[in-house]
């Protein structure tokens, strides 16, 4: 069965720094990889996705991900945070559509100023 | 634009009371399913349609049932409540355009079991 691990449940980064969150998969077949966002009270909001295209993935907000087999990861980057980055972010994998979906205990990333 | 509506927002019942939970999504989408999150285990799938009138199990169906007589509502049942059952619930829908379809969320039903 697939299953996802994100690593630190709390990240806590400097306004304007990088900003890296942590995603390792684990799947019997090539996956389909997410990352979503949570804002406070909100439902969440798709950031990105692989789906066996390109392995550098752009998404909204100026957040980008890498898909490397080699190490089952999906990290989830940004160059410079910002205050409204301030949310809880969930990394999914998926192998063949979203029944079977399985999501992340979820990263709590603060931003301090 | 709505997108995914669910009510109500916050619900508190006790031990061996019954609850409906509504979703309702005006996209026009043909799947929809329920989730529960809980503080450290991300979302479970409870259950899911892929289209009026047909429901699956997911995950964690246990102790819920679900309807879709209508296309743009989703139902979520509790029979008998249980103080497990005390979490946060999200309805989310999909518009199938192969791998990778986005899911849109609703903003949640924060429900208390006591």
């Known amino acids: 069965a697939q299953s996802v691990t994100q690593l630190g449940s709390h990240v806590s980064v400097s306004e304007g720094a990088l900003v890296l969150l942590r995603c390792n998969y684990s799947?019997?077949?090539?996956?389909?990889l997410f990352w979503y966002v949570q804002y406070p009270n909100q439902g969440l909001q798709l950031l990105l996705k692989?789906?066996?295209?390109?392995?550098l993935v752009k998404g909204i907000n100026g957040f980008e991900a890498e898909f490397k087999k080699s190490e089952t990861s999906f990290h989830l980057t940004k160059p410079s945070a910002h205050m409204s980055d301030a949310a809880e972010y969930f990394c999914a994998v998926s192998l063949y559509n979203n029944n079977d979906m399985r999501f992340g205990a979820g990263t709590r990333l603060t931003v301090k100023p | 634009n709505a997108g995914v509506t669910q009510t109500p927002k916050f619900r508190v019942l006790k031990t061996g009371q019954s609850m409906t939970l509504l979703c309702a999504q005006d996209?026009?989408?043909?799947?929809m399913y329920w989730y529960r999150q809980d503080p450290g285990m991300g979302l479970r799938l409870i259950h899911y349609s892929v289209g009026e009138g047909t429901t699956a199990k997911g995950e964690v169906p246990d102790g819920y049932n679900v309807s879709r007589l209508k296309k743009q509502n989703f139902l979520l049942g509790l029979e008998s409540a249980a103080p497990s059952q005390t979490s946060v619930y999200f309805c989310?829908?999909?518009?199938?355009?192969?791998?990778?379809?986005?899911?849109?969320f609703g903003n949640g039903t924060r429900l208390t079991v006591t």
């Open positions: 799947s019997s077949v090539p996956p389909y």
């Open positions: 989310a829908s999909e518009n199938p355009q192969g791998a990778g379809s986005p899911l849109h």
């Open positions: 692989y789906t066996s295209a390109a392995t």
């Open positions: 996209m026009n989408h043909e799947y």
